[in-house]
T-cell receptor, first 117, second 112 residues
Framework: AQKITQTQPGMFVQEKEAVTLDCTYD???????LFWYKQPSSGEMIFLIY??????QNATEGRYSLNFQKARKSANLVISASQLGDSAMYFC??????????????FGKGTMLLVSP | DAGVTQSPTHLIKTRGQHVTLRCSPISGHKSVSWYQQVLGQGPQFIFQ???????GRGNFPDRFSARQFPNYSSELNVNALLLGDSALYLC???????????FGSGTRLTVV
């Protein structure tokens, strides 16, 4: 079984500053993928970034980067140069990578990010 | 290209009724998954379908059922609705063995 823990119910950041959203995970799987999704008030889950457990380099996608520390089982999301449009719920999720069959996403409880002018 | 589309966007039902939610995956995506997101929580896995077969089922009662059609669209059915079924129901699609899922905007179900 997998478990995702997001300990920050809410975070505040000023526009143009960087912010780190924390995520720790627990799994017995050897191979897995870690995801971050953004959910604005409209409800849609928007994929932001992906990190494979065997990827040696931290993933980056534009202003998003994932600080992956495998030994600590953490996968923190770093948003650089925050924008007002970044205000939303952010979810960390994971799924095992399987050679056959299919696996599903396990989500954390989310962190609400508010960006102020 | 159209993303994952879900219908209806909002729905109000009475306790005891049944409901059918619909999802059309991205063209070429053969896998569809359903998730329930209760207010203040992360999404919880309900079902996964691939090639019209159920591949996984989460910890939900038998009142929840689903199916996938030859065109890979999917329906989620919930019978004997309870107040606790009020939630955002999200559909996600993925191609075979893709690492990521693309989610729709969801159906917001309110049971009164």
């Amino acid at each position: 079984a997998q478990k995702i823990t997001q300990t920050q119910p809410g975070m505040f950041v000023q526009e143009k500053e960087a912010v780190t959203l924390d995520c720790t995970y627990d799994t017995s799987d050897q191979s897995y993928g870690l995801f971050w999704y953004k959910q604005p008030s409209s409800g849609e889950m928007i994929f932001l970034i992906y990190q494979g457990s065997y990827d040696e380099q931290n993933a980056t996608e534009g202003r998003y980067s994932l600080n992956f520390q495998k030994a600590r089982k953490s996968a923190n999301l770093v948003i650089s140069a925050s924008q007002l449009g970044d205000s939303a719920m952010y979810f960390c999720a994971m799924r095992p990578i399987m050679n056959s069959g299919y696996s599903t996403l396990t989500f954390g409880k989310g962190t609400m990010l508010l960006v102020s002018p | 290209d159209a993303g994952v589309t879900q219908s209806p966007t909002h729905l109000i039902k009475t306790r005891g009724q049944h409901v059918t939610l619909r999802c059309s995956p991205i063209s070429g995506h053969k896998s569809v998954s359903w998730y329930q997101q209760v207010l203040g929580q992360g999404p919880q896995f309900i079902f996964q379908y691939y090639e019209k077969e159920e591949r996984g089922r989460g910890n939900f009662p038998d009142r929840f059922s689903a199916r996938q059609f030859p065109n890979y669209s999917s329906e989620l059915n919930v019978n004997a609705l309870l107040l606790g079924d009020s939630a955002l129901y999200l559909c996600a699609s993925s191609p075979n063995r893709d690492y990521g899922y693309t989610f729709g905007s969801g159906t917001r179900l309110t049971v009164v």
